[in-house]
């Protein structure tokens, strides 16, 4: 079968990365670049690819069955109606859109025009992930009872120098903060509420440095977050899971999931049962079980899963409409944050249904 024709939108930090990918996909064929900067100082760039300076200019000369969309934020909804008025597949770098409103454009279009929308929630793919989510899916820990997660790293005082990342948005709340929203929507279920507090007390940015929240998800269990960038630890899901050179491998576990019948650490996965689940207590002892586990580069998955999902043989992993409610969980922990209420999210998933429907 011909290769997917796939094209690459904005080459910074993680464009870069889809690029070296797509090059070297056995599944895919990259087909162009386009990046407002030079075609020069795009790092990486196979010198037969060629690069265009807009992504319409992209969309009509290379003519690509499919792109990935890795520009700042605020450009991913314009740039995927853009794509899916062109009849053209995309994979849209996480946040979907800066909105809950500007998200569901994006996925009524995409379903309008019939083209396939994924999001860049590439964790998912990791097979800790899908182990995990089979381990709690398949009942092996009883009746979810709640989960908790602590991301906790100390990003250094120069990350700091780009005046955005002080500011509104540039937090690790949507930074960061995001993706361990949606791994817990993906191993726990849908967050029905929210209700967040913010801190700015240690760096004393205008945006917060730590942030924690209470979660109700949809099946009646209960989550903890705490995440910070201003504290030092081997508890963040990059450590656990050493899923790049830039965050040396810990090993540690900074999510917990616990049942009726047993608890699952993640990412580096441990099951803890009695040897009697269905009779087990505290009164007994408790022993771990180690889950062996073979990393793969989610990032050759995603794209690997995008074909299939093209090509209609698998469902969408990240769909738009799941990352939109992951989205829509993400900022109610900073309006809950704001306002001290907690957020009830059910107005937010009848739009995003109402959209992909
Ligand atoms: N999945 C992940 O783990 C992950 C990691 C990092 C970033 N991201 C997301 O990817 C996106 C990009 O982040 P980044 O860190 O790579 O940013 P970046 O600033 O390094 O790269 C953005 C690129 O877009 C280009 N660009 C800007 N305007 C453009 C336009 N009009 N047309 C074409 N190109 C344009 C810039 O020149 C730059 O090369 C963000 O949405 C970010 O949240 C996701």
Known sequence: MK????????AGLIGRRHIATLAASPDAELCGVADTLPRDEIAGLPPAVPAFTSHRALLDEAKPDAVVIATPNRLHV???VDC???GVHMIVEKPVADTVADACVLVREAKKAGVVLLVGHHRRHHTQAQEARRIVGDGELGRVVGA???????KPDAYFDAAWRRTAGGG?????????????????????GVQGRASRAIRGFEVEDTAAAVLSFANGALGTILVTDAAASPW??????????????SGENGYRIVGTA?????????????RDPANGSWNQAIGPTPVKGFDRDPYFEQIRHFVAVVEGREAPLASGADAARTLAATLALKASSESGAPVDLARDHDAIAAASS
């Open 236 to 249: 963040t899901i990059e450590q656990g899971l050493g899923e790049s050179p830039l965050f040396p491998y």
């Open 148 to 154: 908790t997660m602590l991301w906790a790293a100390r």
């Open 172 to 192: 690790p709340v949507l930074i960061n903060l995001i993706h361990d929203v949606d791994m817990l929507r993906f191993l726990v279920g849908e967050i029905a």
């Open 3 to 10: 290769r997917l024709r796939v094209g690459v939108i904005g």
């Open 84 to 86: 899916a008025r062109a």
């Open 78 to 80: 314009p740039m995927g």
């Open 262 to 274: 047993g608890a699952l650490e993640f990412p580096v996965l441990r099951v803890w049962r009695h």
